[in-house]
Every structure is written in C-alpha cells, then in structure tokens.
C-alpha cells in the first residue's frame, strides 16, 4: 500500500519503520523534519507538508496530544482537507474520546473512513515492530489496513466497530498503570517504613501473584527512585488521567481512584516534577508518610 | 519432628495433610471436634486440649483472626501456658502486627521461640502444598522449622528476623490485591457504560500488560458477578484492609487508597453483602454509576 | 446612566428590577422574550437584539453557563461587537477563570472595559437587592459601576484588579457550601445510624458553633429530604466544582475535598438525579450506609 | 450536692471552678496533685485517692483519652469500685462510644449510674461556664445532675437516653469542626495560588453565608499559620477521627470525608507536626500546591 505517516517521536518513527520493512510504500512528514533521515535512508519520501503525506491509500497519526491531532486534521491544508475520498485515516495517539468521535464524524461527512488504533508498549516495542494494537472502527476498514496493524505489533484487538471506544480501552488501560504504580508506592511506603527491605519485598510479590512485567517495571522504578530520564513523562500521564476522567464524566461515571491519581500527578507537578517518569508519583505516599525527600 | 496444628478451616486442614505426608507425627485441634476426622484417618493424633496439641518440637496455629488467636495462646490452659520452652509456634494466621508484636514478646518472655509465617494462596493451593510461605523470625527458629514450611509451600520468603514484618508484608499483600479488584472495577464501569464488551476488554488486558493471575481471577468473578460462594468472603478482607489501615496508624504512613478500599467494604457490608466473595466491591463502581443494581 | 441587562432567569430579572427601581434607564434582552414584559411594565424597554442591549455605558450579562455567555458575547452580532468603546461589559454569571480571562482580553483587545462582578445570594435575595457582589477588574471601572452594583447588592467585595479572579472567589465559595452539604450528610448518616434524632441534632449543632445561615438551610434540606423543587439544581452544582476544578488544574492545586464533590454529583446525575436540588448529594452517604433508598 | 471533680487539665479546672461557685460541695482529684491548690484556695478539697473522689452524689471525669478514663474508671481503687450505690458518674471526656457503652454497662451492674456529658466549648468558655452541654443518659440521672450540668454550661441538649449516643454526637461535631479546616484549607490553596489576597476572602466569606465563629477562628489560624501554642493539638484531633471512624466502623457507615481527615492529620503528624493546633492541617493544601513550605 501507499501510505503515509504523520508524527515521527520514540513512538511513530518505530512504527513507521517496521511499515517501511513491512514492503509499503511510505511517505513521513514531521513537524521537526530532520527526524525524518533516518527513514529517508531506509527507502520512506520525506513530505513537505501534510497534504502531500495524505495521497495515499491510508494515512496514520501518531501525536502527543489532542491539540497536535486537532491541529493536523482540521488545518486548512491538513488530514481532512486533503486525503483521498476512500482512504482511511488511522488514529494511533491516546487522545480522548470526544475527539475521536468528532474525527469520525468529520471523516464520514468527507466520504473518507477513520479507525483508531491506540497502542500500547514502549518506545522499544514499538522499534521491534512488537506492539499491542488496539483497533475500533468499521470491520471493512479495519480488515483493509490489517496488513499495517500487523507491520506495527504482534497482535491486534478489535474492540468495537465504534472508532472512539478503543480510545475509551486505550485510557482505561493506562489507568490501570496508573493503579499500579499507587498501590505499590502505598505498599512500599507502608512496609518500608515498617522496616521490611524494599527489594526483597519487591521480589516476593513479583514472584508470587503479582508476576506481570507492569509490577516488576514499576516496582524496580520506585524503589530505586530512577524517575530521570522519563519513560513516559508525568505530563503525559496527568493528560492520560484527565481524559479519562473527561470521558467519565461525559458518561456518568464516578472513578475516585482516578481523582485520586488525578491529585498525585498534580502534587508532582506542583513541586516541579515535570520532567519525571510518571512513576514518580509512587515515591509521593513515602513523603507523606515523612520518609526521604 | 513431633508438631501440633491448631485451626482446622479450610486452609488449616490442607496445610495439616501436607505437614502429615511429609512424615512428621502431627497431633491437631480445632474447635468443632468434627473436622479433624479426615486428618486422623490418614494418620493424626486428635487432641483434646489445646494444650495436648502443645508438648512437641513446635505448634502451628492457622486461625481466622486476632480474637481467635488471643484466646487460643492466652487462655489459661493455651498455647503459652503449655508449650515446652525452647519449642517454636508458628503463626500463619494472618493477624495484625500489634499482636503478633505481642505474642513475639510473651513468648520470648517464657523461654519459647515464635516465628510469623502467614501464607499466600487459596485452599487449592495449600491442599496441594503450594503455598507461599512469609517468615519472620530468629534465623535459627526458622531454618529449624524450615521441613514444616518446606511441607506446606513451594517457596519460603524470609522477610525479617522481627517476626511482626511477615505480618506486615502479608497485609500488604492483601492491600495489592484489593487494589486490584477497585481498579479492575473503576476500569470496567468506565468502558462498560461506554459500549465494551467487558469479556473483550478482560481478554485484552489480561493478554498484554496485566497477564497476571490475579487479574484472571478477579477480572473474570466482577464481570461474570459470580460472589457466591465466597472463595474469601467480603468480612475478612474488610478485616485485612483494617489491619492494614491499623498498622500504618501505628507507623505514620497516609495510605488513601487502602481508606478507599475500607469505604467499598462498608458499603457492601451495610448492604448486608456479608455473604459475598470480597470482589463483590468491584461490583460497586457499575452500581454508583447507575448500571445494574 | 443608560444600561443593558441580558438574560432574566430567577436571579436576573431580580437584579435588573432592581436597577430599574435605582433609576437608570435600562434595556433588557432575554431569549424567551416572554419574560421581559413586566420589567417593561416597569419602565424598560425590550431589546430586540443583543446588539440593542448594547447601546449605552454598560450592560450586564446574568447567564446559566459558559456555553451561554460564550455565545452572547461572541456571536456576530453579540456584545463584543456591538459595545460602544470605553463601556462597561459587567459579567455576572458564575463561569469558569479560562473564560473570564478570554473575555478580559477580547475587551481589551476592542477597547471596552470589562469587570467580573459574579453575586452571592438565592433568588429572592436578588429581588430584594440584597445579594453579595464579588467584584474583580480596574479600580476606575468598578467605582464607575459603583451605582449599578450598589443597586443590586447589600455589599461589593472588590477583590482584585484581575476579574478572573473574582470568578475563582465565586467558584470557592460554592466549594465552601457544597463542602457543608458533604459533611452534614456524613455526620447525619452517621448519628441517624447511631439512634439519634436527627432534628435534635440539627438543633443542637447550628445553635452552637456552626449557627451560620448554611448549616441551618443545607442541614434542613438534607433532613427533611425537601429536594424539590430545586432552589439550585443539581447540575448547576456540578458545572461549578467542575469549573472549580479546571481552576486547580490550571493553577495546579490538588483539591481532594472537591474531586469526592465531583464524585458526589456524579453519583446523583447517573441516578437520575438531575431535577434535585443540590443538597441531594447530601442524602448519599445515608444511601451507602444501608440506610433509606 | 456533694460531688468528686476528676480531671483539672485546662477544661476540667474551669469546670470545677464554676461547680464549686454555684455552692456545691467539691473534692478534686487529679493525678498531678499541684493543679489542685487553685481550686482548694476557692474552698475544694484535694482528695488523696480516686475513691476518695468517690463519696458524694455524683461524680465528674474529665480526661484526655479513653484510656486515662478506663485507668480512672476500673482501677481496683477506681470510680466503679467506690462509687456508692444511686450515685452518678457524669463522663464529660471526650471518648469512644464502645467505651462509653461498656462504662454504661459497668454502671448499671453496679447499682450505679451515669450519663455522658461531654461538653463544646474551649477552655476560656470552660472558665466562663459557657460550655454547650450534649447529655445522654436515663430521664431522671440527667434531671436529677442538672443543677450541675447548669454550672458548667450555659445549656444543655439532651439527645437521648443512651448516653453512648451524646459521645457520638460530640465527635460528629469534632468531625464537623475538622472538615470546616479542610474545605477552608483547600478553598485558600485555591484562592492563594490564583493571586486572591487571602485575608480580604476571609472577610469576605465570613461576613456572608460563613459568618459562623468557626470559619472565623479557623480562617484565621489558617491565614496566619499561627499554629503555636497549640489550642487543641493535633494529636487530639487525630484521636477524635479515629474515635469518629471507629464508630462509623461498628455502625457501617462510610465516612470518605473522615478518611480524608484521618490522612491529613497522619501526614502532619508524620512530618513532626504533633506540636502544633490541629487547624494547621488546613495548611497541608497548599503545601501540596508547591506554596510555601
């Protein structure tokens, strides 16, 4: 297929390059364009501007934040604007659900088709072409681009034929990390102050019931305070959370325990720590309880 | 070794068989005479008095909670007053830290040893001998005792030489699962409301970042509402997180999650869900954003 | 002086008869013109536009939300194009800081004065002119209003020369109230369990230290559960701890007390509770107790 | 009447005081003997011993914790012990409502009687016999105890026969007075980081719908940071929140504002904070905002 990518950070320039590999034919365009050589050297067109990445037969987007996606789609010579009456667009950043169901309507009011498709790994998962795809749309659509969901991960879900509810899965899922990292800084600060060793403890339950890599990451990070440099910076966790809670509230839904997430990443940011990794707010319990700084 | 085992329930008889298999000469006690049956079939002695439970090498006492075991040790003819000095009781009830403090001290006090050795896992797992075993103590009592705690799981944590740490790990440990259930039941009244399929969502989940037991488990018993029978019932996990709440008051340690879970419980428990499994809280988020009853 | 007045809902049209009875030559527009005619029995005359209520030294604008005032003001035809330079926008709805803020600028911007004058008070304190007037923006502006604001109000605070920030007094202070509401209904849902009578309790506790006029109208309401009609409607209150809370994430102040609130009308909303008055969420920790529906 | 007075800590000497004015015949006991010669320079006797403390009519305990009341109550010498029969013990501590019963029950089989009468009111109103009185306890012991109750406060509320339910009266109001702190708390994070002048949203709430003393007192305590010397320390509100949740506990009711409280006062307290007035964890807000210190 004739493709083209939008959004080349740790994450896109991945994925782009395991679609490159993959035999498609791809077009990269980044708002800081010398992140686009290194694909250029592996066989992708560097694009001057969004239009000209959007001639294909689908265009994928990979961006930080709802404003980047807004700002991309809707521009007057952006994704909407300019793709093909047929082609499809593939959403792949975490945005929120109101967004995604405005980008369907848009795309169906252009006769084009959308799906979104969140993922969910590391940088170095998306690199190995290794990442958990999470796909809602049309099941047409869906079946059409599945040879570029598989070229990025090693398994998709299709959750719906409704484009926004994988965003909803997607938001739900870091929520779920975010649990994670609380429940296990609130263990650690309670058994460490109790003078149990943190490392030994960490051990045990990642080798009992809590054998899954996301206690063993997070755990590790917590209790070697290794927030810097961030994985996933605590900004983006903040935004995560807040959009969850957005959707919450659009449908009615009270979550306290994502308030209470919400609380931590703004003590964190409030003290200045907005270049940590979003683990960081699991060392926040152990300064409540007055241990370290 | 010559040993008494104290409490008979449904984990106490499993742990009792192994102890027994291992070729260790076994004199149990429980308080409704009727459960030790079984046990002496297959080669135990049945004792009539606590204290005929107490005269070996060591006694175990597997009990419900922190009255059944206060009266067990301090009654007038109980584990105190009758074991030999220099024999070891292993506690594996999971009890609060203050007594387990308390009975570390009365024991020293009359010349016998005392380990903490609570347990993870539920009564398949001890009936099969593969439980986890926590242990606080003196090193000497616990590599002494090590044949026992080898006989009734597949792997001893030593956590600490103050017993009373075992006890604290083991609360916590309870602390994560619970965690566990309020997240998995915040994530599921979110997607749920908004159009997932709960099933589906469990399958992705559980398949990529939280392939862990124990969100198998308990994700399947929320979305499937299957609460009855317990497999461990509402009042004994509202009984751990208040353990748990009570040894952080005693340690100084803010946990607002724990004060969460502590909430969900007297909710169910004032809705007369007494009788419910403990994941039955993670019904609640679904109930308080108006889905179901 | 010569004034417009837009939007006569329960408290505007008590605030506008008040002006009028001050002598000023007022002008009022309404979207249901139905409810001009007896202040035009009074004296005034009916816009038959926004821009008509735009042709003297000021107009003040009374809406129900954002959304509302957003689209007065900027509509094409709306106050922001249709104010003479040098007059006076006085906005006193209960809206959001961001929105304030945008205001602020955009009258700058078209050389007219703005001020955030949002009101403390219920509906028949607005016609009895006896409401609180939180006033923020340039001291010259706020003392040439002074008439205006005298008419409606007992007292104007003038708390800052930055009218947002009189909004984000306006927000607080809902906070405070539904901060009343949360803790009476924990404690009647606590005594009421206990076996005492609540009335007596209510008695008790605002003939002593909480004898303020909130205890006495909020702890009534939530006792006799008198929730229709609803004096102030329940998603009216949840709007403003939303509001509150936007406020807190841009300022980055965590407000735990707040997110249980939100949490509360979320509660309420997906119960159906939508036509209550707020105080309803008072009602709720009855309701998770085990006690009344 | 003839009556023992045990406990002259700052309340307790300001009660005696006004008991022995009104003409009644007073033996004061307290465990530090010099507090006792202001009170025998007014015409007290010291007594030597608990039980001679024990002699008369009726008996007052006013005393910091359950425990120092327990110690009181059922030392071999203690109140029980030596309180004639028909005589009344009149508990004003501040104490738990499970003690309050096992008191009641401890009375009752000892053909004595007694009624909880704790009182509101700081020491300056313990001194001025200005104290509001909450009473529970049989008709004809409350009827027959009035005149004293009368000395001590300027009225008394009868709330119910049980005299358990006047302890769970006063520390729903100490909850009350508690959760005032936290939403000011929060309210001058907001208003304080939004570049609000705090002292001037003082004036302006506590003259409009908070004009109670306690948001003045509070408020101010808050605003000024004058937490020393302490008026009621931390310690002390901790312990009521704990009692107030303990009761919640027995009666299954979810107290979220409570657990709140309860984290509030373990985070000062974890940061050294047993010193100050219990007001200063209206200051943990904007601590956790990156204000100040």
Not at 243 to 270: H, I, K, M, Q
Request: charged fraction near 20%; charge should be negative.
């Amino acid at each position: 297929m004739k493709i083209g990518f939008i959004g080349l950070g740790r994450m896109g320039s991945g994925m782009a390059a395991n679609i490159l590999k993959a035999g498609h034919e791809v077009t990269v365009f980044n708002r800081t364009r010398s992140r686009t050589s290194e694909l250029v050297a592996g066989g992708a067109k560097a694009a001057e501007t969004i239009a000209d990445a959007c001639r294909g037969d689908a265009v994928i987007t990979m961006l930080a934040n709802d404003e980047a996606v807004e700002s991309v789609v809707y521009d007057e010579q952006g994704v909407l604007a300019s793709l093909p009456q047929g082609a499809v667009h593939i959403s792949s950043s975490t945005i929120g659900t109101a967004l995604a169901e405005r980008l369907a309507a848009s795309h169906i009011a252009a006769s084009q088709r959308f799906i979104s498709a969140p993922v969910v790994g590391r940088p170095d998962a998306a690199a190995a072409g290794q990442l958990f795809v999470i796909a809602g749309g049309a099941e047409e659509a869906i079946r059409d681009m599945s040879p570029l969901l598989d070229a990025i991960g090693q398994k998709t879900f299709v959750m719906s034929d409704t484009p926004s509810r994988a965003n909803l899965v997607k938001l739900s899922n870091n929520f779920l990390i975010a649990s994670v990292i609380e429940s296990l800084g609130e263990a650690l600060a309670l058994i460490g102050k109790g003078g149990v060793d943190p490392g030994r403890y960490l051990e045990l339950i990642t080798s009992t019931l809590f054998a899954a890599p996301v206690y063993k990451t997070y755990g590790g990070l917590i209790v070697g305070e290794r927030f810097e440099p961030a994985g996933f910076a605590a900004p983006l966790g903040y935004k995560d959370i807040k959009l969850t809670l957005a959707a919450a509230d659009e449908l009615r839904v009270p979550l306290p325990l994502a308030n209470l997430l919400r609380d931590r990443f703004l003590t964190l940011l409030a003290a200045d720590g907005g270049t940590l990794d979003w683990s960081a707010i699991g060392r926040l319990p152990a300064r409540d309880s007055g241990q370290a700084a």
